[in-house]
């Protein structure tokens, strides 16, 4: 019966659990006043539950890869500089752009094996995450990470429409493992992974990802590493 129950039953993210007391509470005593508000109460009520939901993810192993540090749809991908706060090279860089809208697990995962060697939290406005001048208008939290073969990378937390607040649960200097929970943002939102140049992309432009299990691409580069990918070796 227990094992039933956690297959059906998916863990709650921590940083949810006073959200889900908060619309569970008012549900109650707006119900006592007013009965028919029970209804949409209860489905809100799910709902938040739903969003904050945190599953256990399959990470691939193999050295190299870097996966998607969250769940949604691939929107862009790019050449573009990297944010200017993070003090990276001033050239472009490939860009691959995730959007999450408010049904997607908004858990985020490392996307590699690493060092982070700056955090940087930059206030913003709150445009819409899907288009361009989020990644410089918007609120967001940008990360510098040292990966294998001192190879750098960054990701960006950008907060959306709706999210109001990007999460973290490291600092600077940690070392982190890919497909790791890193932390999240509430409510809709986009993160944005910038690449070395000369990385292989894996993944195309309206395909799905999951965080800590699709591979984006592979800091081993070049065709040896596509060609991996058609045989099925990444796991």
């Not at 996966?67 to 490939?94: C, F, H, N």
């Not at 992309?201 to 990918?229: F, H, N, S, W, Y």
Request: proline share 7%.
């Amino acid at each position: 019966m227990s094992d039933t129950l956690k297959s059906v039953l998916v863990p709650i993210n921590r940083e949810g659990l006073a959200f889900i007391a908060l619309f569970a509470i008012a549900t109650i005593v707006l119900g006592l006043f007013w009965p028919p508000f029970f209804v949409p109460g209860v489905v809100l009520t799910a709902w938040c539950a739903y969003f904050f939901r945190d599953p256990p993810r399959v990470t691939p192993v193999r050295e190299g890869l870097v996966v998607s540090p969250a769940d949604g749809v691939v929107q862009k991908i790019v050449e573009t500089k990297p944010p200017e706060e993070l003090g990276m090279a001033d050239r472009s860089v490939p860009r691959v752009s995730i959007f999450m809208n408010v049904f997607d697990v908004h858990v985020n995962r490392a996307p590699v094996d690493g060092t982070i060697l700056k955090m940087d939290y930059r206030p913003g406005k709150f445009l819409n995450a899907s288009l361009d001048k989020a990644s410089t208008d918007n609120e967001r939290l940008s990360y510098r990470i040292e990966a294998a073969g001192e190879k750098e990378l960054a990701m960006v937390q950008i907060a959306g429409l709706v999210a109001r607040r990007i999460v973290s649960d490291v600092q600077q200097g940690d070392d982190i493992r890919t497909g790791e929970r890193i932390g999240m943002i509430r409510f809709g939102s986009r993160v944005d992974v910038y690449l070395p140049r000369g990385t292989p992309i894996l993944v195309c432009e309206g395909q799905r990802a999951v965080a800590g299990e699709t591979v984006l691409a592979d800091l081993g580069g070049g065709p040896r590493g596509k060609e991996k990918m058609r045989k099925g070796e990444v796991r």
